[in-house]
């Protein structure tokens, strides 16, 4: 199968470029400066950022000189979401506002990630202080206080040299729409689960006319694609549609044939392959009855595929002698590399915690993130030496790509063996669903765009049509928007896109939200689609 390249930008086409203004005597236009710049975004998330930092340092001094509003369990959900908000925006400058620069401006991006990683041994500090036994102590509160208010003079004056040095130089060196697209770039590497958390925040912490400033940013900032623009502002305004879906799941009378049986699980069509396994209709092969956890399978089984086939590129270059096309098997390993890591971070935060089973992969994903690393820094090197790299470089390239693959192998076996048992268990389809999706939006905007093509051209067409249908009908409603982004992504790794929504659902999820917001009310339309789905659905795989 086609490994997709990730680029920075993939999800965006370039946004429009703005009616040029009046000229400052640098020959740059002076509202875009001041104003209009796609850069001054930076700026309201450096407000709110300083607001939570406040916020932060205050409750630790009411609880360091006893005085009311502070306790040690809300001081620590603080800690937790300001960290949290805080990595992910270092995380993105370092992925793509840093490396661009770097190109144009030598000898300046380098100090700021090194400034990140010095504001995250700060954070380390701070949560070894909150998780210490002596909680009671006046010292102990004492040494809190201080530990934040380093925390905010450290982040606080690391934003204000950004503010006197990086973004006039974005400002100088980049025209509008190459700030346009990076700061696109930016925030399609911030996690979904995150930027839907991140947006809301960040206009909630600026004032009503900077909000106003800040739509026009995005205008300006989003490609001109309506479901982007939807899904963007939707996070940004917080809207939360009641998930009228819920309701209908848990009226039985609602119930297309296809429900659940008796032990909460839907019966699908199946039969035996020649190995006398059972195959479910839904792309299942652990039993007659199909769990929609079981998808995992289907991305285990994709990352072995494309390990085995980096493992096999190595051997051909070490065959060859040939690294002419080294940059795109660096790429290739990049993007899967990318793949793992986010799975794992599934696993860590929604998987295990949903299981509740004292299981860790810690030790795990920590160890193949490693090995990734070394693999990046071995084709580096390999690409440095050129042509007078020796026989060990080819050597140790195939060892590492066959070392990677068999450490994951060994990784998805356990947790196949360990962890899937235990949802199928204890949780029914509708929340194996929920964790699937969730386990999804872990990945960036950016890396999801290549992923869902990848993965479902990897599949057959009955697996591919119950991947979308179970992502379809597990997202929220508020989701709507963005789940059909996803489906049209998906549907570009079938054969000649064709579109997976008519094989899975009857109709693309596109012309049925139109179709179903026209003909039912603005309250109505939602609840109707999704049971014109479901309906659909269970009438095409599903026994009665």
């Known amino acids: 199968m086609a490994t997709p390249e990730i680029q920075n930008g993939s999800v965006s086409v370039m946004a429009a470029a703005p009616v040029a203004g009046p000229l400052d005597q640098n020959g740059h236009s002076a509202a875009a400066l001041r104003v209009s710049s796609p850069i001054r975004i930076f700026l309201f998330f450096h407000k709110a950022i300083r607001a939570e ?119 100088e060196k980049f025209s509008f729409e190459e700030q346009a697209s990076l700061v696109w770039q930016f925030l399609c590497s911030i996690p979904v689960n995150m930027i839907a958390e991140f947006l809301p925040w960040l206009a909630s912490s600026i004032s009503p006319d900077e909000r106003q400033d800040m739509r026009k940013c995005l205008h300006k900032i989003i490609p001109a694609e309506k479901l982007l623009r939807q899904i963007i502002f939707t996070w940004m305004d ?58 995992i399978l289907l991305w285990h089984k994709a990352i072995e595929k494309e390990l085995i086939d980096i493992a096999e590129a190595a051997r051909t270059i070490k065959l060859n002698e040939d690294f002419s096309d080294l940059s ?92 899937l048992p235990l949802a199928r268990k204890h949780f029914s389809p509708e929340r194996q669903r929920e964790l699937l999706y969730k386990s999804l939006c872990v990945m960036p905007l950016r890396l999801i765009e290549c992923f869902l093509p990848w993965l479902v051209g990897s599949m057959g067409e009955e697996e591919a049509r119950c991947l979308l249908y179970n992502m379809l009908i597990a997202a929220p409603a508020s989701d709507t928007a963005l789940v059909t982004l996803f489906s049209g992504w998906a549907c570009k790794g079938r054969p000649g896109g064709i579109c997976l929504s008519s094989c899975a659902i009857g109709g693309c999820p596109v012309e049925e ?29 599903c026994l009665g």
């Open 328 to 419: 795109a098997f660096n790429r290739r390993l990049q993007f899967i590399a990318e793949v793992c890591i986010f799975h794992s971070i599934a696993e860590d935060k929604v998987i295990f915690p949903a299981v509740d089973a004292e299981i860790s992969f810690v030790h795990e994903h920590a160890e193949e993130e490693s090995e990734f690393d070394k693999f990046r820094c071995l084709i580096e090197s390999i690409e440095s030496a050129g042509t007078n790299s020796s026989a060990e470089f080819y050597s140790k390239l195939c060892s590492q790509a066959d070392h990677i693959m068999e450490t994951v192998k060994k990784h998805f076996r356990n947790e196949e063996i360990q962890v």
């Open 238 to 295: 917080g809207l939360k549609i009641c998930n009228k879906r819920k309701c209908y799941e848990d009226d039985p009378r609602s119930r297309s044939s296809g429900s659940p049986n008796e032990h909460g699980h839907r019966s699908c069509e199946s039969s035996q392959n020649s190995d006398g396994i059972i195959q479910s209709d839904c792309g299942a092969t652990t039993s007659s009855l199909y769990f929609p956890i079981d998808d």
């Open 53 to 171: 930092l406040d916020g932060l340092h205050r409750s630790a001094m009411a609880l360091a000189t006893n005085r009311g509003g502070g306790n040690i369990e809300q001081l620590t959900e603080k800690c937790h979401f300001l960290r949290s908000i805080y990595k992910h925006h270092c995380n993105a400058e370092d992925e793509v506002i840093f490396p661009a620069l770097d190109i144009r401006v030598k000898n300046v991006a380098r100090t700021y990630s090194l400034e990140h990683e010095g504001e995250s041994v700060l954070f380390d500090q701070l949560f070894a202080l909150l998780n210490n036994a002596m909680k009671n102590e006046e010292s102990y509160k004492r040494e809190l206080a201080s530990c934040t208010g380093a925390l905010k003079t450290s982040i606080s004056q690391h934003m204000s040299k950004e503010e006197e040095q990086v973004f006039p130089l974005l400002n």
């Open 513 to 541: 939200i139109k179709e179903t917001k026209d003909n039912f009310g603005r309250t109505n339309w939602l609840v109707a689609l999704l049971a014109q789905l479901e309906q659909k659905f269970f009438s095409q795989c």
